[in-house]
């Protein structure tokens, strides 16, 4: 299976350690893009479907500076309502992640969980949204 992911973060280690985590996965294959932060992130995924490169899964960190995930999501939202937004953050079962959810992000995944299960969760996304089209 192949995945291209847009990981939109403002933390530099998370740019760093995501992708290569997701390189140990043996049977996925993935093409990460990344955006430091929320206006970047809605730039990018911009550019990325002119280009013909639509992001499978965008990863959404939820607390960035000048525009964060929940406004971000709105944005994304607004041009392609069917995007696939995941929220990758640590503020788990929290209003700013239930404006996220309310704005069209589809579930979250723990940035405090263990790296291997974070990888499992993202392969887990990708395979039901397969199976869902």
């Known amino acids: 299976m192949e995945c291209n992911i847009l990981l939109v973060d403002d933390e530099k280690y998370i740019h760093k350690l995501l992708p290569r985590f997701l390189a140990r996965s ?3 294959t993935f093409t990460m893009h ?5 206006e970047a992130g809605v730039e990018m995924y911009s550019k990325l479907v002119s ?5 499978d899964l965008v990863l959404m ?5 000048v525009v964060d ?10 041009t ?3 995007a696939n937004i995941y929220l990758f953050t640590a503020y788990a079962k929290t209003d700013v992640e239930r404006d996220a959810l309310e704005a ?3 579930g979250t995944i723990n940035k405090i969980a263990d790296w291997h299960r974070s990888v499992e ?4 996304i990708q395979q039901s949204s397969l199976i869902g089209t």
């Open 26 to 28: 043996e049977k996925h």
């Open 34 to 38: 990344s955006a430091m932060g929320g």
């Open 51 to 55: 280009e013909n490169q639509k992001p």
């Open 61 to 65: 960190d939820l607390r960035m500076p």
């Open 69 to 78: 995930g929940v406004e971000a999501t709105k944005r994304i939202i607004k």
């Open 80 to 82: 392609d309502p069917e």
């Open 104 to 106: 069209g992000a589809k």
């Open 121 to 124: 969760e993202i392969v887990n």
